[in-house]
């Protein structure tokens, strides 16, 4: 059975940098991308970044182009969400996620459980 397991994230000060990272196993991913959806409380859950196997192609939003990078280790299935500059708007629950198209609005085929990552002002 595939599964996705998140760690690190935390609580930092405005201006910081966190990272996450995220294994996944059970089956095989090369197919898939991998990347990162955050929900913060009371929103909806959203598209934060995304690596591509097939091309290795990094996909970021808007919101987090330039602060965040993710970096992907396709033959562990592995994904690491490095976080700078953060934001207090960045607090959210990170959900690793994968399935293919996933910076294009595809629902991924695999959810993580999620990892608080805390920002104060």
């Known amino acids: 059975q595939a599964r996705l397991e998140e760690s690190g994230g935390g609580l930092v000060q405005a201006g910081g940098s966190l990272s996450v990272s995220c294994a996944a196993s059970?089956?095989?991913?090369?197919?898939?991308?991998m990347g990162w959806f955050r929900q913060a409380p009371g929103k909806e859950r959203e598209f934060v970044a995304s690596?591509?196997?097939?091309?290795?192609?990094?996909y970021y939003a808007d919101s987090v182009k330039g602060r965040f990078t993710i970096i992907g280790d396709s033959a562990k299935n592995t994904v690491h969400l490095q976080m700078n500059h953060l934001k207090p708007e960045d607090t959210a629950v990170y959900y690793c996620?994968?399935?293919?198209?996933?910076?294009?609005?595809?629902?991924?085929?695999?959810w993580g459980q999620g990892t608080q990552v805390t920002v104060s002002a």
């Open positions: 996620a994968a399935g293919a198209g996933l910076a294009i609005g595809v629902h991924p085929d695999y």
């Open positions: 059970g089956r095989t991913f090369s197919a898939y991308g």
């Open positions: 690596i591509s196997w097939m091309g290795h192609d990094t």
